[in-house]
């Protein structure tokens, strides 16, 4: 240390030190000096207003910082500011006190580069998948803690991405542009987190799923409490709204250290639209099925619920959903009804119907029924007419049910009434001829 008295209260102030070892994975610092032209010394303490700190770091190379450094006789406390450390391509503002062991720390960075956050970040222990991010980070920190625990942080991140993508191609990203923001707060038995992120431009691929930001943002936000001596989630809110496609939240707890981990969990879609729903969330899970190459329209929202791994409840409330397969293997216009299940004994009650609809290009009629459910059963409540071309199929009953012990079983009872053989035959483009075909199926099982 060498002091130099400039004024009465004052004195020029160089503090050196040759090495000094920084906590956890963050490295060492070399030829450390603090500088103060002006350094205040009173009763009441030491105050450099206009300071500056030099110092080569392993971790951050050669350093040359603004310093401001007031201590208090009186409290014991001391606060501290750096400004413009360089770190990952960007510059850091670090803002920290320390008063009876408690202590803070606010850091804000600015255009940081995130190929070199990711390097740093994983320098310090913490494993990030391999993305290999193109773009800039802005970010807000606020710690709160006391000795070497943290006891609260709230953060904000401004991120602006040309790209990023992954070694196996299951993850990938473009011209992004977006926001996350929220606090973490350490509790009697472990943390409740919070989080909002905000999506005002952009793609992302996430395997099978496709999700881009139109005029409108994409919003999600969640509130979870995290104990992790018995690795208990309990999701308290989360909420995904994605403009003119879907909008849903959700309740739950997970048990991840048990065999079936879903406690509990609540889905409620709030609305889905057509076709971006279909498009966006569905058809990369169906690319397979049937039901992969459709054209919708229309909208549904539903519920689920789920206990102890096995669902519980459902519902889909369907508004004037339109599908129809592109190759002509089936279709239905303006689809409309409530479906209606339970696991547990007493019945619950749908309604099912359509304007129009076709089965391998054949037509099929206005048509409505409804359908009772129990547990594992299902069953016509009335006979149900559906209009085939210029005649019908009357289905008188229908059952079906499923037991671990019997399997799949079903039965069915109905009769065609007379179909222009001229017509289904042109619908199925097979060689044309007359007659009428009809038929019984009396009680099939």
């Known amino acids: 240390m060498d002091i130099n008295w400039t004024g009465v209260a004052s004195a020029r102030t160089v503090l050196q030190a040759a090495t000094a070892d920084l906590p956890g994975k963050l490295g060492s610092v070399k030829a450390l000096q603090l500088v103060c032209d002006q350094a205040e010394l009173t009763n009441a303490g030491f105050s450099c207003r206009s300071g500056k700190l030099d110092f080569r770091s392993s971790r951050f190379g050669r350093q040359s910082l603004p310093a401001v450094i007031q201590y208090s006789h ?7 500011r750096l400004r413009s450390l360089r770190l990952a391509g960007g510059r850091v503002t670090v803002a920290a006190s320390y008063l009876d062991g408690n202590w803070s720390a606010d850091i804000k960075g ?19 998948p391999a993305l290999s991010p193109e773009g800039t980070a802005d970010i807000d920190l606020d710690l709160r803690g006391q ?3 943290v006891a609260r942080a709230v953060y904000a991140v401004r991120l602006k991405a040309d790209s990023f993508t992954d070694v196996a191609g299951k993850y990938a990203g473009e011209n992004l542009a977006m926001s996350l923001s929220g606090k973490a707060q350490l509790l009697r038995s472990g943390w409740r987190i919070q989080a909002a992120l905000e999506a005002q431009r952009g793609a992302v691929y996430i395997d099978p799923l496709y999700i881009e930001a139109g005029k409108q943002p994409i919003h999600a936000s969640a509130s979870i409490d995290w104990q992790p001596r018995g690795r208990v989630l309990t999701v308290r809110d989360f909420t995904y709204e994605h403009p003119a496609s879907v909008k849903m939240s959700a309740q739950g707890r997970l048990a991840l250290a048990q065999e079936q981990p879903v406690q509990q969990l609540r889905v409620a879609m709030h609305e889905a639209a057509f076709p971006s729903a279909y498009a966006t969330y569905l058809q990369p899970w ?8 459709l054209e919708t329209n229309g909208r549904l929202h539903g519920e689920l619920h789920i206990e102890n791994g096995l669902p519980q409840r459902a519902s889909v409330d369907i508004e004037a959903l339109t599908i129809k397969e592109k190759n002509g293997l089936f279709g239905f216009d303006n689809l409309v009804g409530n ?15 359509w304007d129009s609809g076709s089965v391998y290009r054949i037509d099929l009629g206005s048509t409505d029924m409804e359908i009772e459910s129990t547990g594992t059963a299902v069953r016509l409540v009335r006979p149900v ?8 199929l009357d289905i008188e009953s229908f059952a079906l049910e499923y037991a671990e012990e019997t399997g799949l079983r079903w039965e069915v009872d109905s009769i065609l009434t007379p179909v222009s053989m001229r017509e289904l035959t042109r619908a199925l483009e097979w ?15």
């Open 110 to 128: 600015d255009a940081l580069v995130l190929s070199a956050m990711a390097h740093e970040l994983k320098a310090a222990g913490l494993e990030l």
């Open 385 to 392: 007419r559906i209009p085939v071309i210029d005649g019908a």
């Open 431 to 445: 060689p044309e001829f007359g007659g009428k075909l009809s038929g019984v199926i009396p009680a099939v099982r």
């Open 74 to 80: 009186v409290d014991k406390s001391i606060r501290l």
């Open 286 to 293: 169906l690319a397979e099925s049937l039901a992969g190459n």
């Open 147 to 149: 000795g070497a625990s």
């Open 339 to 353: 479906l209606d299940w339970s696991n547990g004994k007493l019945p619950e009650y749908s309604s099912l119907a």
